[in-house]
């Protein structure tokens, strides 16, 4: 809930291979996507994260980074896939293609 300040809580979500990081802030309503996750210190304590590169969103679906937060916004940032989806169910696809001819 927004308090009388004018301020909002919002959670900054990144997803490491072995971990979560989870980040709890206050912000003044009318805070961007981009200015809260600068905020949070992520980028600090990730140095990995590029978001020219990962893309960013508020509950699974794509935001820009100039997206203004509402009251208990989660801010996901996402990493970039290793290999493409529809590349890896082919090769697999593939493969199993071949065991089958055997």
């Given at each position: 809930?927004?308090?009388?300040?004018?301020?909002?809580?919002?959670?900054?979500?990144?997803?490491?291979?072995d971990m979560q990081v989870l980040r709890d802030l206050l912000v003044p309503e009318g805070t961007t996507l981009f200015e809260a996750i600068h905020r949070s210190g992520v980028l600090r304590d990730e140095p990995e994260l590029d978001l020219s590169v990962c893309a960013?969103?508020?509950?699974?679906?794509?935001?820009?980074?100039?997206?203004?937060?509402?009251?208990?916004?989660?801010?996901?940032i996402y990493r970039r896939l290793i290999a493409d989806p529809k590349e890896s169910r082919r090769k697999r696809a593939e493969k199993k293609e071949q065991k089958k001819a055997r």
């Open positions: 809930m927004a308090d009388q300040i004018g301020n909002i809580r919002v959670q900054v979500c990144f997803a490491k291979r960013v969103g508020i509950y699974g679906k794509l935001r820009e980074p100039d997206t203004r937060l509402r009251d208990r916004d989660r801010i996901e």
